[in-house]
């Protein structure tokens, strides 16, 4: 397993108190030294060529413009001196993870930050610069011969930017499990794609309070499902752990066993269509010690070192939110 990062992107710093602060990389980083059969790679920063499949000229210029200053581009996002090139580091990082597991059909992991996932084409938004899943994707399809890209987004904030950026498109299908309505406010069940990217735009809202049994149901009936009919040639997890019962932004009730479940799911996929290729992009999580379990629990599955569990019986709600996702998305695929 490749894990890629650079000590360069702890000099992102958003400020005090904020949230996305520099020692989440130190606690992830700290969660997969002692993991056997880890090579660490140093990331490099993306180019403006990579950048450019997802985001608007003008938006990284304006981005790459703002080295060296300290600048609030929304309520959330925040620059530091140092931000901009963490921000190349974190969506090189993701690119190289993407090349990696292709190359290799395995697992690369990229631990960057600033996250990514709320980054539009051309806004930075929700602690996020340049939308490092979404630029790893694209480099995917443009670099590395795959023809289908699966996105798969647990944070538990809808990842309205990834979305944004490939709603009218067949070749990344993209899945989303969040909390809503939280911020940003997007992602209700009925946001399917739009034009040719009709049906390959999923979301699975659930309402605050669910936990490990209601996201293995959605991914039993829902995920797993459409992945089998779509057949990734590579698995990109979108790998926020704010939805842990810890976690104080959100209120999910998440545990270690939950992303265990969800990793066991997935690698399943990647195994069945992709050849085991998967790459695991850091989001969000910010309660430091649940972030850093939740992160290695998942990496112990990828790396055969922990078995999923059997969970308990979903909730009614749970099956009611899964029952309403599957009547939109039958239009699509067989569910």
């Known amino acids: 397993m490749l894990v890629i990062s650079s000590e360069k ?21 700290r969660a997969l030294e002692r993991l056997e059969g880890v090579a660490w790679e140093e990331a490099r920063p ?25 600048v609030e581009l929304d309520e959330d996002t925040h620059t530091s001196p140092g931000s901009v090139d963490a921000a190349l580091l974190s969506a090189g990082a993701a690119i190289e993870a993407a090349t990696a597991a ?22 930075a938004m929700g602690f996020c610069l340049f939308n490092n899943v979404a630029v790893a994707a694209a480099h995917a399809r443009a670099m590395l011969g795959c023809e289908r890209v699966l996105v798969v987004d647990w944070d538990v904030h809808h990842g309205n930017g990834t979305e944004h950026i490939f709603e009218a498109r067949r070749d990344v299908l993209f899945v989303s499990l969040h909390e809503f ?22 979301n699975v809202p659930f309402a605050a ?23 990734p040639d590579l698995v990109l997890i979108s790998a926020g752990f704010d939805g ?7 209120g999910m009730q998440l545990t270690e066993e939950g992303y265990a479940f969800m990793t066991d799911a997935l690698l399943g996929v990647a195994r069945r269509h992709a050849h085991g ?10 309660d ?13 599955v990828l790396a055969g070192k922990r078995s999923a569990r059997e969970l308990p019986v979903p909730t009614e709600t749970g099956r009611a939110t899964v029952r309403d996702v599957c009547a939109v998305l039958s239009r699509y695929w067989s569910l």
């Open 9 to 29: 992107m702890l000099a992102h710093d958003p400020g005090p108190g904020r949230p996305e602060c520099p020692e989440r990389l130190r606690v992830a980083v």
């Open 102 to 123: 292709v190359r290799t059909s395995g697992v690369a992991v990229s631990l960057g930050r600033p996250p990514g996932h709320h980054a539009e084409r051309a806004a």
């Open 46 to 70: 993306a180019t403006v060529e990579e950048l450019s499949r997802v985001h608007d000229a003008d938006y990284i210029a304006k981005i790459l413009a703002l080295r060296g200053e300290c």
């Open 277 to 286: 290729r998967i790459g695991v992009v850091l989001e969000g999580g910010y």
């Open 181 to 202: 309505p939280l911020y940003p406010g997007t992602g209700a069940h009925t946001d399917v794609g739009t034009g040719d990217g009709a049906g390959f735009n999923v």
């Open 209 to 231: 309070g669910h936990g490990d049994a209601d996201y293995a149901h959605a991914f039993r009936e829902v995920i797993a499902k459409i992945a089998d009919q779509f057949r």
């Open 288 to 300: 430091l010690d649940a972030m850093g379990k939740s992160l290695r629990a998942t990496l112990d």
């Open 244 to 250: 842990h019962a810890a976690d104080p932004l959100a």
